[in-house]
């Protein structure tokens, strides 16, 4: 057994130790990367500048900087978006922070259509996404008005535990998109929740 082992390590190319400890030494400092962006998780934006190819972590900066920058929040999303196009939780984030100025722009109705388009039925965007829809002037967007409308539809026949996201969509809901729920539920010989 020696004696077979000694005669393919003479065979082995003089190239092949340095090659060898070049692989591991990329393989461990490649981890080393990794896991650092990992421990940095309590501090999002920094761990998304460490691990700058990893679109989840540039999701959770976008979700920290949300509440004190939109600006800074619509940059995170966007470069999440670029590494993973995807992503409906990504595509909702993009839609939370431009839709707070101004849902005639198109990126941010164009947004929340692709967080619908890339995960319609991701039950943790369910309820958030239906009310922030619920906010959205539908007048002007037929496609928004038969989003709602499939949504309410998804939840009460698929759902029902998600009931009360629609009671909190009505509530914040401008009167079309108030019809709009009342009338799915009309349909569905339901009464909404409060």
């Known amino acids: 057994m020696a004696d077979a082992v000694g005669r ?10 340095p090659a060898a400890v070049a692989i ?8 080393a990367w990794w896991l650092a962006a990992d421990a940095l998780r309590g501090k999002p934006g920094l761990a998304a500048e460490i691990g700058v190819v990893r679109s989840e972590l540039w999701l959770a900066d976008g979700w ?20 993973s196009p995807m992503d409906a939780g990504a595509w909702f984030g993009l839609a939370s922070a431009t839709g707070r100025f101004d849902w005639l722009k198109p990126t941010a109705s164009r947004a929340l259509k692709m967080s619908y388009y890339t995960g319609f039925n991701r039950s943790d965007l369910i309820g958030p996404r239906l009310i922030l829809l ?3 002037d539908t007048t002007r967007d037929v496609e928004l008005v038969d ?14 535990e998600l009931k009360g996201a629609i009671g909190q969509a009505y ?23 409060q």
Not at 11 to 17: N, Q, Y
Not at 65 to 83: I, Q, V
Request: aromatic share 4%; net charge positive; proline share 6%.
């Open 24 to 31: 591991g030494a990329a393989t461990l400092a490649l981890s």
């Open 147 to 160: 989003l709602l409308r499939r949504q309410i539809r998804l939840i009460l026949t698929r759902a029902p």
């Open 134 to 136: 619920a906010q959205v």
């Open 171 to 193: 509530r914040v809901a401008d009167d079309a998109n108030r019809r709009i729920i009342q009338q799915e539920f009309r349909d569905a010989n339901q009464s909404i929740p």
């Open 8 to 17: 393919h390590a003479r065979r082995l190319s003089p190239a092949f130790l």
């Open 64 to 83: 920290s900087e949300l509440p004190a920058s939109p600006e800074a929040a619509e940059a995170a999303f966007t470069r999440a978006l670029r590494l």
